[in-house]
């Protein structure tokens, strides 16, 4: 079993910052790809941003240049660094973890990210 618990959302004003951290308690995250997922409302889910084992980075282009993933296998931790943030980011944030990369892998409950104009 996996577990995932997200946090660090919450309301912020456009061009502001937040940072979301992702803590996995599981054995496997050091072999895992971790990802950054958002449902906007109303919308389907899409991923925002993706790290793998080795560090590589790969985002929507929605948010490249403004958002920064990263990882601490040592916490079995990963972060997303939000900047710049505008209206369109609202939505509801989610952490993924797949092992060794395949299959749909494991969700956390998402945590609220709130952009007011």
Known sequence: QVQLVESGGGLVQAGGSLRLSCAAATSIFSISVMGWYRQPPGKQRE?????????????ADSVKGRFTISRENAKNTVYLQMNSLKPEDTAVYYCNLKPAGYGPGYWGQGTQVTVSS
């Not at 991923?47 to 985002?59: E, F």
């Open 47 to 59: 991923l925002v941003a993706a790290i793998t084992t080795g560090g590589g980075t790969n985002y």
